[in-house]
């Protein structure tokens, strides 16, 4: 591989789906792999394949079915975790295991209860068995920061030895600060001949925030791949983010003479993508994708920007996929229109699913006035969700009003089978769901309920996610409608359709 080129390997489904309250189904962790790899990302971490039944299924989907892209599971360095991994993985196009064990003395003693010896042994006994399985096998030492430099040295040697061709060095507990992280990498390969052989890797933690800071001074000092995630999710204070570690590449190659093989344009719409399924906000000054990443507020920077864009900008906000797009869509627009701007946007519908399309298209095109890249999107991601639903909401009716107490009654479709449901009680969202619980014949608790814009614009596409709690555990449901009474009503059921698919439902 080309010297120059840095590794992007994206951890959002695995590092990222373990922060607290994420809980992705398969086939919406699909539906982020699809999204990471028209980014260009160059490995997904898909998951953590003996962890759960649910987990091995969402890595088995992706690795199936994603293609031009490097597919990982992660593995304990445990022969059963091993093979499971392998077996989620195998019919990826390029399948890739990656085996991790603790390095350092705290984690031996207090975690592992092994020594030194036995963990090197073991390393090397799970990379080998790893490689008999599988061509690309990325080995981690776990707590490298913090373990004694000689010893990590030895471990990682072992694993080159075995045939692993990529070697991570992880700050695990987000304990390390640039200047010396850099120095422990460099460190690293006067210590390990095989290293320079092999794609060595990072993967950065964020407790101090310096993830980013640390990844970079690590691929000043030879590293050639970085583990990240996107919006900088992921355990604790979560991971490198992906895209500020792009677009620092990018923004100053002149400089650091690194670049990635990202299409920066979809970063946007890939952070609004996973921010809508984890339900992890962005906050709005995070750096490249937060609302405020490229809005002037100071008269004298606005001055500045509009006379010479460049006075204060260090970014093109279009390089990032935020510009205006020129793609609108109205109700007038016929089959065509909507096939290209599809394409635009990464999909190659077929004759049959363009006419679905088309009709759900018009539909909201009747009462919205246009139609943007951003809200077609959306739509897109919504249709895509309705395919896989088990529950369907087929019709409601509610009346609310300052007077009475609201009634609503609901059609749930499941199977071709319609189930009535009937409430008379609170407000009016709340006699909706009860009137969906008594359809479905379930008692779910509202856990959180959001409600954000699309775009702007009284008319805009209205978003809800509900969190649902079903025999103790809780479901997250997205949902879009141009009306916030049926995404709401939708999203509830969508979250009941996550509970039946682990059985909380019948
Ligand atoms: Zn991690």
């Not at 649910?54 to 599971?73: H, N």
């Amino acid at each position: 591989m080309d010297p120059h080129r840095v590794i992007i390997f994206d951890t959002t489904l695995r590092d990222g789906e373990q922060s607290p309250g994420i809980s992705l189904n398969s086939f919406e962790k699909l539906e982020i792999a699809e999204q990471l790899a028209r980014l260009g990302v160059d490995v997904i971490e898909a998951g953590f394949p003996i962890s759960s039944p649910g987990d091995f299924e969402g890595v088995e989907k992706i690795a199936r079915s994603v293609s031009g892209v490097t597919v990982c599971a992660l593995a304990r360095a445990i022969e059963n975790d091993v093979r499971t991994a392998w077996d989620a993985i195998k019919e990826a196009e390029r399948p890739r295991i990656h085996t991790f064990i603790s390095t350092s003395d705290i984690h031996l003693k207090h975690q592992l209860r092994k020594s030194r010896e036995e963990v090197l042994e073991t390393a090397r006994r799970m990379v080998a068995l790893a490689v008999s399985l599988c061509d690309d096998v990325e080995f981690s030492a776990m707590d490298a920061t913090r373990s004694d430099p000689d010893y990590l040295a030895a471990v990682l040697q072992a694993a080159i030895d075995e045939g692993a061709c990529t070697i991570n060095i992880p700050d695990t507990v987000g304990y390390a600060i640039p200047s010396e992280f850099g120095d422990f990498v460099r460190e690293q390969f006067k210590k390990v001949p095989g290293l320079k052989d092999v794609a060595v890797s990072v993967h950065c933690h964020n407790d101090l925030g310096l993830a980013v800071a640390n990844s970079l001074a690590a691929v000043e000092n030879g590293a050639s791949q970085v583990e990240c995630a996107i919006n900088g999710l992921g355990e604790r204070a979560g991971n490198a983010s992906l895209e500020e570690i792009v677009m620092i590449l990018e923004t100053r190659k002149r400089t650091l003479g690194r670049a990635t093989g990202v299409k920066t344009v979809e970063i946007a719409r890939t952070s609004r993508l996973v921010s809508q399924l984890t339900g992890y906000d962005v906050q709005p000054n995070k750096a490249i994708v937060g609302k405020n990443a490229f809005a002037h507020e100071s008269g004298i920077h606005q001055d500045g920007v509009l006379k010479e864009r460049t006075t204060y900008e260090i970014m093109n906000a279009a390089s990032v996929g935020r510009g205006q797009s020129d793609l609108v869509l109205g109700k007038h627009s016929g089959r065509h229109a909507l096939k290209a701007a599809m394409e635009e946007l990464g999909y190659n519908l077929s004759e049959e699913d363009l006419n679905q399309a088309f009709v759900h298209f018009k539909k909201v095109a009747d009462k919205k006035k246009q139609i943007t890249a951003v809200d077609l999107e959306h739509l897109v991601s919504e249709e895509i969700r309705e395919l896989t639903d088990i529950y369907e909401l087929k019709s409601y009716e509610v009346s609310s009003s300052s007077e009475f107490v609201p009634t609503c009654q609901v059609i749930i479709e499941k199977e071709g089978e319609k189930l009535l449901g009937k409430s008379f009680s609170g407000g009016s969202m709340e006699s909706i769901f009860k009137a969906i619980d008594d359809a479905v014949g379930t008692k779910g608790k509202l856990k959180d309920y959001q409600v954000r814009s699309v775009t702007e614009g009284k008319d805009s596409l209205g978003e809800v996610r509900v969190v649902v709690e079903v025999q103790g555990k809780a479901y997250a449901g997205t949902a879009l409608s141009i009306d916030v009474v049926e995404a709401s009503a939708k999203a509830y059921v969508r979250a009941l359709n996550n509970a039946y698919r682990a059985g909380a439902v019948t």
